[in-house]
């Protein structure tokens, strides 16, 4: 084989591929579950105060967690339930996660003996934690309502 023959090969080779390489496209969207940008876990808890006291609830799509006690009377008490789709869009409908970055949290009022309260809100893509942010009267009214709703789906005896 002569050597124009070889190279004609090796280019006509070259142009296949890279035509082939070109004209494979990416996918130019992710899939819209990964797009979007959803609350996937709550935190709410009162800690302090002069005995000790403790209220922690954590919240996942599926599943509430609260813990009670006070440290000083050595009492501790748990609850567990799941949470059907119906009661966590209930819970998460009042939050706007637009808004999330706005919520301005206050000083700790533990040092004084007093209670934090603290909200932890985890979302698929970020993660906000707001301390005693009741003081932000602009933001503040959707962890309110957020509050509301969980005090409905709560037992008597840990309200």
């Known amino acids: 084989m002569s050597a ?19 004209s494979c496209q990416k996918e130019t969207q992710p899939k819209t579950d990964n797009n979007r940008n959803e609350i996937t876990f709550i935190g709410f808890s009162n800690v302090g105060g002069k005995l000790g006291s403790y209220k922690i609830i954590k919240l996942t799509k599926d599943s509430i967690n609260l813990t009670q006690g006070a440290t000083s009377s050595k009492i501790h008490k748990k609850w567990n339930s799941a949470i059907d789709p119906q009661t966590w869009k209930k ?3 009042s939050i706007d996660i637009k808004t999330l970055d706005k919520i301005k949290s206050s000083e700790s009022l533990q040092a004084q003996d007093g209670i934090d309260e603290t909200f ?3 979302t ?13 009267t602009i933001h503040y009214y959707q962890l309110q309502k957020f509050k509301d709703q969980l005090e409905k789906i ?4 840990y309200k």
């Open 4 to 22: 124009v023959k070889i190279n004609t090969l090796k280019m006509l080779f070259s142009t296949f591929l890279l035509l082939i390489f070109f």
């Open 91 to 93: 819970l998460t409908s």
């Open 120 to 122: 932890q809100i985890k």
């Open 124 to 136: 698929s893509k970020s993660s906000h934690v707001f301390v005693n942010s009741y003081n932000d």
């Open 154 to 157: 709560l037992p008597k005896e």
